[in-house]
């Protein structure tokens, strides 16, 4: 769904240039609540996953293809305020190296794409989960629902940002129809690709799982008679309760208060999310490296309603063009299986520089914040 430079006019363009630079301010000060020194990398690494992801473009339809947006699938796993700047650094990687989004269209990517997706997602997430049994088999079943839900919204805010500024003159009607019906099927395959993906994270780590904190289940407590001593590394209670010295700290290491006579818990150290990290971006890499060059070469669902229904009379030609990378492949390497999968790794890395560097400069400041405070 990236939309090219030259489909929606200059005035439009600008006023979604603000709403996306505002988002990503907003963005910002939301991340340093959301990230930590552990998904601080995580959340590099989840953009570099969408960046591959989004090029095995899967069929949908005769003639047409979608591939993954990410919105959901960011906010989920990181928080909703890293997931727009997840899928914003993505955005500004296509744009900027692979001429893949227009630049002067960069903006209305970023709203739509990021901001919508991220905040429709987030926001059926978060109500399906409270009302939901709180069990693992939940967040994965909420996860398929946001993200089918979410691509049809981006379709019909395009739409909306076309009605106020589209640049050739078409029924906005039947741009409607036909941008959110072919939309409906790839949101079924946004929905499956991110409940696959969350549900392998959730299955191993779902402390790495930002949406599924509180939901996976409580930690475990050991009961056992008052008069019973307490077994190293536990703390017996004066009603009867022992509580497990493995117990889970509270949020940020900070204990709250406990009654007379309750067991105070002694944090256990955090596990490592080193092999979860490596195992990500082995994936990250054999998708954009390998399984990209069976993508779908159909055009996807915007570029096809917009040769359908005469939105692209006006496109232009996009300001990278001449990029050695433009078009997903490395200029002058004529093998086109070497091409793409070279560029395709050259994206990932690329990617996931960017947005390391990003989330730890962010994760940074907290901490210096919080010194200061402290």
Known sequence: MHVPDGFIDAPVSV?????????????LRGARRELDERTAPLAGLVAAFIFAVQMLNFPVAAGTSGHLLGGALAAILVGPYTGVLCVSVVLLMQGVLFADGGLTALGVNITDMALVTT???????????KLAPHRRRTVTVASFVAALVSVPAAAVAFTAIYALGGTADVAIGKVFAAMVGVHVLIGIGEAAITALTVGAVVAVRPDLVYGARGVTGRPLEIRSSPLAPAAPGQVARADGPVADAAR??????????????AAVPAAAPKRSARRVWWAGLAAALLCAGVVSFYASASPDGLEKVAHDKGIDKKAEDHAAKDSPLADYGVEDISDARLSGGLAGVIGVGATLAVGSGVFIVVRRRRAAAESERG
């Open 15 to 27: 006023a979604t240039g603000v709403v996306a630079a505002g988002a990503v301010a907003v963005s």
């Open 119 to 129: 905040v429709v997602a987030y926001a059926i997430f978060r109500t399906i989960v």
């Open 248 to 261: 889970a700290p509270e949020p940020d290491g900070v204990r709250a208060p406990q009654p007379d006579g």
